[in-house]
Each structure stands twice: as structure tokens, then as C-alpha cells.
């Protein structure tokens, strides 16, 4: 019987619609869903993707208030019947559903579904050329099939998607007026209002493209016509907006036939209007939603307070790109001025500025004469609110170090904005001044090859190279655009060199630096260890062979309590020089990885940390496994109080999954094989065929590089066992044979019986039934001798399905119920319940088995969701 997935990749592209038909679309291709119900049902995941949407929403949208006795047991069937068909179509397990309380969960890349897209272009257009930004929101609009939820239930309705299709219809004629094709949108125009006659803005825009294209008078019938309509039908006169418009329209206001400009007044001495912004670095490109939060945060009422944004990230993330560009972009609503101070917090040659002498330059720059500028501080910052108590200003304060740094360039007024960047989270400017954060991740995949051809030259280089330029950069702008420089300066047979050189690991951080030594990811990253106030963690962390590292590892890696390890991490979280996901999960960025790499100990330093680690990993792992047992290889006598459920066991593998895998390759060859056993325990209760076989074979590599017999022997049954849950023990023959050998040889009588459950199964996968009956059952005769009948079960429950193919049903019962009472762990029981379940259906049918199946299921889900899956969707075909 298997239990496992191949895990096999699959390029398949799924794609979700909700504007027009529910549907969902494989690499151009219709998906069949099924009725009315399920795709009523996808719809309202869909709808709130990433959410819990409730049962109770479910019947409430499928049958409203008359929902069938059985409306819970047809959703569940609903979900199975989607889950099939998204494994189906998306192996990869991309998008899945989940159970949550109270509901179910679709988990899915927004970019899949295309209201999302719709409402990303449209926020991503406000920021671009009048040009660009009517083809996006053309393209946004070309996702509209039809009418939205067409084939679904009425009681499943979404009327914000028609208010979506509205706004992205407006926001498009706006630029096409902006661009002067008003003669052409009067046609649409005219449409649209009789269709749509009391949306004002379709209106206004009516009106402005009949006014400049000479037609004025029937701008004017335009507006009586809607006045006369909106009376009669709605009792209701136009809106403020629109009949401010009709009067300008009335009295031939010329100025609607250009946009208006702000006259240029000279600006009177000691009143000067400071224009400060830095120019935007070459290359920006992406960072729509951060553009959209600063826009939110200029947009809210923060009553009397002035409203401050932090930008926060690591060195090189673009947090002062991304200010100045912002701050450029609506520099029309700071009439006042834009002051700019960089703060050098983190600077290579010079210290951080004191906040007086940034106080003195605002005021100078304000007009203030250097006589008149006061010589105390505290003066300085209360003359310099007094300035700015009125004035709509955008400050902008770059690469602070800390929150004392800035809290005196606060403006008084609620009138001013300021912008602070900074490579640490200023927590304390929430807490004293009401601020907003914002921490920048990398840049995706789309907008780090945009940054790179924007320098080079768009279109210069094919997407092959550019896509293998970007990636080494992992999403770090800075990164980007030094490689993009690179390859500007130089002919273009420079890329194939600078590919290789970002390749390899030894020689990536080299490649990213510019011809100036200060613009490099090295530099940057140099600023921000050399402020830590304790940087042997950071040193420690280059030791770490995996991406990830928790408190637990990090404290074996410094010889602390894990207490202390924690408040290291969170420490350099804070400089972002990790990223805690999740709790106690601290992620380090690639690039950051290889400068810790570059720092970290040497010599007897660095073998004892490393030895510690892998002593960690052991020691954990043996804990973890012997929760979810029976446990064939003896156990240690490892303690770890952090792991003392099966809940908590299958988790911890599943988090340090990775970091198992990558601390083989550091690990001394008898540590790796135990570790790899260890390992594989888990993956007998959570099969994936890739990283289960990745990790047996390291393990039977360096047991047989290093000539150890009982490495081989544990490894060779690790490999056995994995051909046996992927259906594949036919395959086995020859090393279960070796593992009887080995065991004789090291005179050892566990490894003696797991050989003969081993050749047992060889010949189960060949069909050599007797043969198979016969091993079994000397392998539990001697398990039973060695005083730990426990570990008897798999065996006792492969001869109730090898009885079972032999047509012996009354023995295939006997055996199953026997494997139940043996069981003593959890995957031990749902196992043989499934086994049990099966025997039954044969023997009495499948309403006798589904007791044991939903045991089963039960178990399942505690140690393998994916299992518990498919056992429910066995019950609900019952």
C-alpha cells in the first residue's frame, strides 16, 4: 500500500476568473468544475481569497434561507470535489483549500485571480505616464468577461466588483483626456451616461470632452438633461463637483482647456519654498503597493498629529528611492516645500548627525539669518516648529539611526508630513509619536529584471540573461542596479562573465560592487554589522548551512541559554539583518547569508560551533521521531522540552525540514547517516518522494564512502522502506538481501529482523505471496522474542493486505485487528485502522469500514493533513 506523493513538478499555470462566468483556466485551458454548486462555492473562496470563509456564509450563498437537511455534507462533498481537481491541475500544491474553523480557506497567490490583477493595475497606473497608464488600465478592463458571478447563484453577489469595473473605467477616460483624444470619447461617453445615467463623474467627463472639443452648448444640454433626470427619478440636485463644472462651462472658463498651472511667484527673502529631494536612482521599477500605503498615509485624518511614516529594511532595499520618488510624485500637495536631511546613521567615514545641526540647516534653509539661528538646541527645534506650525510641508529624514535622532525634527503642525528611512525599525517612534511602519521586503522577480534592462538598455539584453542576472541579486535593488551598471559601462560579452561570477557563491558578493568600492552589497552590509552592539551572533550566523536558523540552534551555535538566543536574533531582526517569518523562524536574506559566511570564525572556533549544531540537530531530531514511531533504529537518550507532542514533532521537522538537509554537508559522516535515519522516520509519516530521497541517499553515501557497516545496514532499510510507500518494493530485492547480509555480519538481531521485514516486502512488490507471508511472519515471531512486540505492527498489517490478496479475507481481518491493538502511536493506529477499514469493505462492505476510516481520518490529521484529505474524501464516496 502506498501512502505517499511523488511530489513531482508540474509547470502548469492555473488561473482564476470572477469577472464574467466563474472559471478556472490551465495554461489557457477550461478547467471543468462541475455544477452550479461548486463553482458557487469557488466563487465565494475566491472572492476572499487567503480567508476563512464561514459554513455558515457557504449554505447562506448556495441556498440561502431553505438549505437542505443535508446543505453541510454537499459543501464538504464540494470541497473534496474542488480539491481533487485543483491536485489535478496544479501538482505543484500552489493552491490548495483548507480546513479552518469555522470555514474553509483558499490559499492562493492573489495574482491568480483576476479581480485581484484588476485592482493591482489600477493602483500600480495612478503612478504612471498618462500613456502607460490608459494601456493598464485597458488591460485591466480587457479582464471583464461579462457580467461578474454570471453562472452562479444571485445569492452570491459582489456588488464592489461593478464599483471595481467603474473606478478602472474612469481612471482610463481621465488619462485619454489628459492625453487630448476628447473628440474620440464622446461617443463613449454619450453611451455610458445613458447607460449609467447618474454617475456623475461619467457625467463631468461628458461634459469636458464635449467643452473642448468646441461643443459647449451641448456640454450645457448635457448637464440640464442629467439635472432634469436626477430631479424626477431621485428628487436629488447635482453634486457640488459636477455643478461647480457646469459654472465654469457656463461661463466659458478657458482654463478647463489646459490644466491649470500654479503661477510662479519669486519667493521674498527669509520666506524661501526649499525643493530638497535627491533625485531618484536610475532604475526604480515596482514597490506599487508601498506606493499606495504612502499615498493612504498622506490621504488619512491624523487630526491634530503630524503624520509620520517610517520606511524600514536592510541596506540596499531602496527605502530612500522609494521616499524621494514618492516625494516627487506628489510634491504639488507640499506647496510649501520639500526639506531633505540625511542623517548618516549608518555611514562609513562619518558619524551620525547630531539633530542640532540638522536643526540649523532646516532653518537656514527656511530663511532664517545665520545670526538669528539660536544657540540651543531645544531653541532651534521650538523656532523651527513655529516655522512649519502652518506650512504644508514634505520632510523627508534619511538613514536615521535610531528614534532619539529624529524625535527633535518633528514640524509641530498636523499640516507638515514626515518621511524617515532607516536600516533599524524605529518601534519607539510608534509608541512616542503615533508613527506608521512600513518594512520594504525584495523586489519580485518581474521588477528586479525591469531594473537591470532599464539601466542597460531596454530591449538590449534577451530575458534568458537577464532573468539569470536577477536572480543571484535575490530582489535587493541596490544589487540590481550595480549589476546593471556593470553592464552598461562595458560591452555586452560582459554578461556571460558576470553570470558566472554572481553563480558562484565564493565570488557573488565581489561581483556586486560598482567601480567605486563604497557602492557595493559588501559596503552596505559592512555599515550595518559594524553598529551592532553584539556582533558575534551575526558572526555565528555564517556558520548556519541553512537559510533559516531558530533560538534553539542559535543557542547551541553560541553556547547560550535559548532565552538569550532569542533576544539575539530579534536584536538583528531589528537591523534587518534577519526576518522572523514566524515565531522562533529567523530567515536571513541570500546575500546577507554570504556576508555573515565571509565574517564567520575559523578554525577550532568554528569546528566546536559547527560540532554543537550538529549535536543540536541530533539530539532534537531524536526527539521529535520518537513521537511518531515505532522507532526500528534505538533510540538515544536525547531530551527536548520544546517537543513533547506529536502536534509539536511533525512541526518541528516541517520547519527545519531544510536546515536537516543543509547541516548533512557539515556534519562528520557518522553524525550524518544517524541524523539521516532520524529524518527519515518523519518522512515515513509525511511522504514526499524528493526530500526523502534526497536525504536516505545522503546518508547511504557517506555510511559507504566511510566504510561503516551499520550505517549502510540502516541506510539500505531507510531506502527499503521508501520503495515500499511509493509502491515500488519490487524494486528493493537486492538491498534487503545486503541488509541480511550486514546484520549477520555485525551480529546485529534488530537489524535482522527489519532485513526480513525487508525481503518480506520485495517479495509482496513481486507478487510472490507465500514467500511474503512467510517473511512477515518470522519477522513478528522475532520481534515478539526481542521483548518489543510494538514494533511488530507494520508487518503484522502488511500480512492482513497480503492475505488479503490472496483472497484469505477472514485472515486479512485477523491481522488488521491485531495491527490496531499493537499500535502504540498515533501513525501507527491511523495506519492500521486504514488497513483494518479496507479489510472490511472486502469482507462486509464499506458502510462496516467507515468507522475505522474516520478514525482513521482523525489520526491522519494530526500527523499527515494531506492523508486526513484523502481518507475524508474516501468516507464522502462511500
Not at 66 to 78: C, F, G, S
Not at 820 to 833: D, I, K
Request: aromatic content about 6%; hydrophobic content about 45%; some cysteine.
Amino acid at each position: 500500500m502506498s501512502t505517499g506523493e511523488t511530489g513531482e513538478d508540474d509547470h502548469a499555470v492555473i488561473r482564476f476568473g470572477v469577472l464574467g462566468p466563474v472559471q478556472a483556466v490551465v495554461n489557457g485551458e477550461p478547467v471543468a468544475l462541475g455544477g452550479p454548486g461548486v463553482r458557487g462555492l469557488l466563487a465565494m473562496l475566491l472572492l476572499r481569497p487567503n480567508e476563512v470563509v464561514p459554513v455558515e456564509d457557504i449554505l447562506d450563498g448556495l441556498w440561502g434561507e431553505d438549505p437542505p437537511l443535508t446543505a453541510r455534507t454537499i459543501v464538504q462533498n464540494y470541497v473534496s470535489r474542488l480539491r481533487r481537481q485543483l491536485r489535478l491541475v496544479d501538482p505543484t500544491g500552489s493552491v490548495w483549500i483548507d480546513t479552518q474553523l469555522p470555514g474553509y480557506q483558499l490559499i492562493v497567490d492573489g495574482d491568480l485571480i483576476d479581480v485581484t490583477r484588476a485592482t493591482r493595475l489600477l493602483n500600480r497606473a495612478r503612478h504612471e505616464h498618462p500613456v502607460r497608464r490608459a494601456e493598464m488600465l485597458r488591460e485591466a478592463l480587457g479582464l471583464w468577461r461579462g457580467p461578474v458571478l454570471a453562472d452562479v447563484s444571485p445569492r452570491i453577489s459582489a456588488p464592489e466588483l461593478d464599483d471595481l469595473r467603474f473606478a478602472v473605467l474612469e481612471a482610463r477616460v481621465e488619462a485619454d483626456l489628459e492625453l487630448g483624444r476628447h473628440a474620440e470619447l464622446i461617443g463613449e461617453l454619450a453611451t455610458l451616461a445613458e447607460a449609467y445615467p447618474f454617475r456623475e463623474q461619467m457625467i463631468a467627463h461628458l461634459l469636458l470632452a464635449l467643452y473642448r472639443t468646441g461643443r459647449r452648448a451641448d456640454a450645457l444640454e448635457a448637464y440640464q438633461r442629467f439635472a432634469r433626470r436626477a430631479a424626477e427619478d431621485l428628487g436629488i440636485d447635482p453634486g457640488p463637483a459636477l455643478r461647480e463644472l457646469h459654472e465654469r462651462v457656463l461661463n466659458d472658463d478657458s482654463t478647463l482647456l489646459l490644466p491649470a498651472s500654479a503661477p510662479l511667484v519669486p519667493p521674498k527673502v527669509g520666506v524661501l519654498v526649499p525643493a530638497q529631494l535627491p533625485p531618484t536612482p536610475a532604475g526604480f521599477h515596482g514597490r506599487d503597493e508601498e506606493l499606495v500605503w504612502l499615498d493612504q498615509l498622506l490621504a488619512e485624518d491624523h487630526g491634530e498629529a503630524t503624520p509620520i511614516g517610517v520606511l524600514s529594511g536592510p541596506a540596499g532595499i531602496g527605502k530612500t528611492a522609494l521616499a524621494t520618488l514618492w516625494g516627487r510624485m506628489v510634491g504639488h500637495e507640499f506647496p510649501d516645500g520639500q526639506l531633505f536631511a540625511g542623517l548618516r546613521g549608518f555611514h562609513a567615514t562619518h558619524g551620525p548627525l547630531e539633530p542640532g545641526d540638522v536643526l540649523t540647516q532646516f532653518l537656514l534653509t527656511l530663511g532664517v539669518p545665520a545670526n538669528e539661528v539660536p544657540a540651543d538646541t531645544d531653541d532651534r527645534a521650538a523656532l523651527y516648529r513655529s516655522l512649519l506650525a502652518h506650512r504644508r510641508v514634505l520632510v523627508l529624514l534619511d538613514d536615521a539611526r535610531d528614534s532619539a535622532q529624529v524625535r527633535l525634527l518633528l514640524p509641530g503642525g498636523s499640516r507638515a508630513l514626515v518621511l524617515i528611512t532607516s536600516r533599524v525599525r524605529l518601534e519607539g517612534m510608534v509608541a512616542r509619536s503615533g508613527a506608521r511602519l512600513l518594512d520594504l521586503p525584495p523586489l519580485p522577480a518581474a521588477d528586479s529584471i525591469r531594473v537591470i534592462d532599464s539601466i542597460v538598455g531596454p530591449g538590449r539584453m534577451d530575458r534568458s540573461r537577464l532573468e539569470r542576472l536577477a536572480a543571484p541579486a535575490c530582489g535587493l535593488p541596490l544589487a540590481l542596479r550595480v549589476v546593471g551598471a556593470r553592464l552598461a559601462a562595458r560591452q555586452d560579452w560582459i554578461a556571460d562573465e558576470l553570470i558566472a561570477e554572481l553563480g558562484d557563491e565564493s565570488t557573488r558578493l565581489a561581483a556586486l560592487a560598482a567601480e567605486h568600492a563604497d557602492t557595493s552589497v559588501r559596503a552596505a552590509f559592512d555599515l550595518t554589522y559594524r553598529r551592532l552592539a553584539e556582533p558575534d551572533a551575526y558572526r555565528l550566523l555564517g556558520l548556519v548551512p541553512g537559510s533559516s536558523v531558530s533560538p534553539a540552534a542559535m543557542a547551541a551555535l553560541q553556547s547560550v541559554d535559548v532565552t538569550a538566543a532569542r533576544r539575539g536574533l530579534r536584536e538583528l531582526a531589528d537591523a534587518f539583518l534577519v526576518s522572523e517569518t514566524s515565531r522562533d523562524v529567523f530567515v536571513m536574506h541570500e546575500l546577507v547569508r554570504l556576508h555573515a559566511k565571509e565574517l564567520a570564525p575559523a578554525g577550532e572556533e568554528r569546528a566546536a560551533a559547527l560540532d554543537r549544531l550538529v549535536t543540536y540537530y541530533v539530539n532534537a531530531a531524536d526527539a521529535a521521531r520518537r513521537l511518531l514511531g515505532p522507532v526500528a533504529y534505538p533510540s538515544g537518550k536525547a531530551d527536548n522540552s520544546d517537543i513533547g507532542t506529536v502536534v509539536q514533532a511533525v512541526r518541528w521537522f516541517e520547519r527545519e525540514w531544510a536546515n536537516l538537509v543543509a547541516v548533512l554537508d557539515v556534519a562528520a559522516a557518522g553524525d550524518v547517516w544517524r541524523l539521516a535515519r532520524m529524518a527519515h522516520d518523519f518522512r515515513v509519516v509525511r511522504p514526499l518522494w524528493q526530500p526523502w530521497h534526497q536525504i536516505v541517499h545522503k546518508g547511504l553515501s557517506s555510511a559507504v564512502d566511510a566504510g561503516d557497516l551499520e550505517g549502510e545496514a540502516w541506510s539500505r532499510h531507510s531506502l527499503c522502506v521508501l520503495h515500499a510507500q511509493f509502491g515500488r518494493a519490487a524494486e528493493t530485492l537486492a538491498d534487503a538481501t545486503r541488509i541480511v547480509e550486514l546484520a549477520a555480519e555485525l551480529g546485529d538481531p534488530r537489524l535482522a529482523v527489519l532485513g526480513e521485514e525487508a525481503l518480506a516486502s520485495a517479495h509482496f512488490g513481486l507478487k510472490k505471496y507465500p514467500e511474503a507471508v512467510a517473511g512477515y511472519e518470522k519477522a513478528v515471531e522475532l520481534h515478539r522474542d526481542s521483548g518489543e512486540p510494538g514494533l511488530a505492527v507494520f508487518a503484522v498489517g502488511q500480512l492482513a493486505l497480503v492475505h488479503a490478496e490472496m483472497g484469505d479475507e477472514q485472515a486479512a481481518e485477523r491481522h488488521a485487528r491485531t495491527a490496531v491493538s499493537l499500535s502504540g502511536t498515533v501513525f501507527a493506529e491511523a495506519v492500521s485502522r486504514e488497513i483494518l477499514g479496507s479489510v472490511l469493505s472486502l469482507r462486509h462492505g464499506e458502510t462496516a469500514a467507515r468507522q475505522q476510516w474516520e478514525r482513521s481520518a482523525e489520526l491522519y490529521a494530526q500527523v499527515n493533513s494531506t492523508k486526513a484529505e484523502e481518507m475524508r474524501d474516501l468516507i464522502d464516496g462511500v
